[in-house]
């Protein structure tokens, strides 16, 4: 495997926001990122991605582009954009955007062109249809509830969103209109951007067609997802924006992709994919329910394990996926994944240990690496996200009451993990010394960073331990390189797997016990003569575990306890 430049790189992904607000206006910005430069790289991190920065009306907070060459006025300038690539730079850091370009929002000039001339040259950025009988195209559902078309105003012609309605899908079989995308990326590459995170990137691709489905709701539409996976030709918009852009600067790109067909995968992160990584959301997925949150499964640990499992598994030999946790659109890890007893600091180090080691490229959440947890509230006007709002009123509409749905939204909601950064017990957590655009987690006062820097034994120093320990000098490559070999699968809580390079006899075990009791595993006889050393012990039982080792040729790992074993 020709071997590239980020791929034993740390990433982090910071939602601006609710990072760090540095003028009081209750809204993060990129000044309060520079402040934070320096924390970050005592974390370890290398890779930095911003979700959008660029000027939006923020109805699907910063999703909606309304111009792809300004930064967002709440965030700052242009000039303090480039200083924080220059003081990233200085620390040997990269910086990646996110880029949106399935859609656009319907501020930005070319949709108002269109509107304003919808036989004109800019409809043809979007994609305007003719509607059928007096009614849409077809039946799509958006991601968001409702019809996926819009009336175009003063036509017969509908648009297409398959986001929210203030998103308007941009039309990439139209070359213009590719062009003028590719000439903005290359305008970001140009400034010295290391890459991209690409958004919703799937559905780029229209069956123009545009064919209806059986409906799959009460509401008679189906999901427009259905069009996504019926229809081909997706790598070749891919190859065509890759060969015109990311490759001419040797850029890392990690692609959002849901439902990619099985057996695409080397195409879009081989060797020579379409993109360097995508994320792993196969734990993310596992529990999905049909039709909503509402109906959503409950987590079982054997699936959990399995399904990261068989997906590390499918990589080998094909390239590294992007491995998280949680991110701005999900609930936040600990909470998710974690058993009720183990939502505690010792699960939250487990977890940071074996999702950190992992065959890939680990990206950190922001606040994940203090153990930030899910946040409830009263009621649904206190959430600001568009898609919780939707959940809940399809909660209702399914006989949900409001109880229930409100639960459903504590378990799943997007603005569990949009709470503003916890940075210590003031007010506000330190985020601010305004009133936070989105009402702080109370249980700041409880989980932040200045009160786990102080402790040896907190979820922020084992995160560092385990950055630092991925990238220490004599592991590095192991962790990087190194094969990805579950064991112990029988055991019942066990989560367990060796990074082992071929052909050398270097081999780590990371081992972690997610039960409620004590579970021992028997390590395979050594070879004579070497030394099992304890590298890290979430529970700081370094010691005491080499000894038992020696002993016993066997590990007791308590409840929630993760050891990493140089074998
Ligand atoms: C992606 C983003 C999400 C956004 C959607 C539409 O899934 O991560 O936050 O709402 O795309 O752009
Ligand atoms: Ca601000």
Not at 114 to 130: H, Q, S
């Amino acid at each position: 495997m020709q071997r590239k430049w980020w791929h034993d790189k740390v990433a982090y992904q910071i939602y601006p926001k609710s990072f760090m607000d540095s003028n009081g206006d209750g809204i993060g910005d990129l000044r309060g990122i520079i402040s934070k430069l320096d924390y970050l790289q005592e974390l370890g991190v290398d890779i930095i991605w911003l979700s959008p920065i660029y000027q939006s009306p923020f109805v699907d907070q910063g999703y909606d582009i309304s111009d792809y060459y300004k930064i967002a006025e709440e965030f700052g300038s242009m000039e303090e954009f480039d200083e924080l690539l220059e003081e990233t730079k200085r620390r040997g850091m990269y910086v990646l955007m996110d880029l949106v370009v399935n859609h656009c929002s319907d501020q930005h000039e070319w949709f108002r062109k269109a509107l304003a001339d919808p036989d004109g040259e800019y409809a043809d950025y979007f994609y305007f249809v003719k509607g059928k009988d007096g009614k849409a195209p077809s039946n799509y559902r958006s991601y968001f509830g409702g019809s996926a078309w819009e009336p175009v105003p003063g036509t017969d012609m509908y648009y297409l969103h398959m986001f929210a309605k203030e998103q308007p899908d941009l039309n990439w079989e139209n070359p213009k209109l590719r062009k003028e995308i590719y000439r903005m990326i290359n305008w970001w590459l140009e400034k010295g951007l290391a890459g991209f995170r690409i958004d919703a990137i799937i559905n780029v691709k229209k069956d123009t067609a545009f064919p209806s489905f059986e409906p799959d709701g009460p509401d008679g539409l189906a999901t427009c997802v259905k069009m996504v996976e019926e229809v081909d030709g997706v790598g070749e918009i891919l190859e065509d924006m890759k060969k015109n852009t990311f490759e001419k600067y040797d850029a890392f790109t990690v692609a959002e992709v849901f439902n990619m067909k099985e057996d695409e995968l080397r195409e879009f992160v081989g060797e020579n994919g379409h993109f360097s990584t995508m994320f792993d959301f196969s734990a993310q997925t596992l529990t999905e329910g049909e039709h909503g949150w509402y109906d959503s499964r409950p987590l079982v640990f054997r699936e959990w394990r399995d399904i990261i499992f068989a997906s590390q598994k499918e990589m080998e030999g094909i390239g590294f996926k992007a491995n998280i946790i949680e991110n701005h659109d999900e609930p936040r890890g600990a909470s998710r994944f974690l058993p009720e007893y183990a939502q505690n600091e010792e699960g939250k180090k487990t977890i940071a240990v074996t999702s950190t080691l992992l065959r890939g490229i680990p990206f950190i959440y922001q606040g994940q690496e203090i153990g930030m947890e899910n946040c409830r509230r009263n009621s649904i006007s206190e959430y600001n996200d568009i898609s919780t709002i939707d959940q809940y009123q399809e909660a209702l509409r399914a006989g949900c009451t409001e109880e229930e749905a409100l639960e459903y939204c504590y378990k799943y909601s997007r603005d569990n993990a949009r709470t503003p950064m916890q940075w210590n017990d003031d007010v506000n957590g330190g985020f601010t010394k305004g009133r936070p655009w989105l009402a702080m987690n109370p249980d700041y006062t409880r989980i932040n960073v200045e009160e786990q820097e102080k402790r040896e034994d907190s979820v922020l120093s084992c995160y560092k331990k385990v950055i630092a320990l991925r990238k220490a000098p004599e592991y590095r490559e192991a962790f990087t390189y190194g094969r990805f070999l579950p064991d112990y699968e029988d055991h019942d809580y066990i989560f367990a797997y060796h990074r082992k390079i071929e052909g050398t006899d270097q081999d780590i075990l990371i081992a972690a016990n997610y039960g409620k009791e004590s579970d021992t595993i028997t390590l395979q006889e050594g070879t004579e003569g070497t030394v099992r050393k304890v590298l890290l012990s979430t529970s700081g039982r370094e010691e005491e575990i080499s000894g038992e080792m020696a002993g016993e040729n066997a590990v007791t790992l308590g409840s929630c306890e993760a050891v990493v074993i140089l074998l």
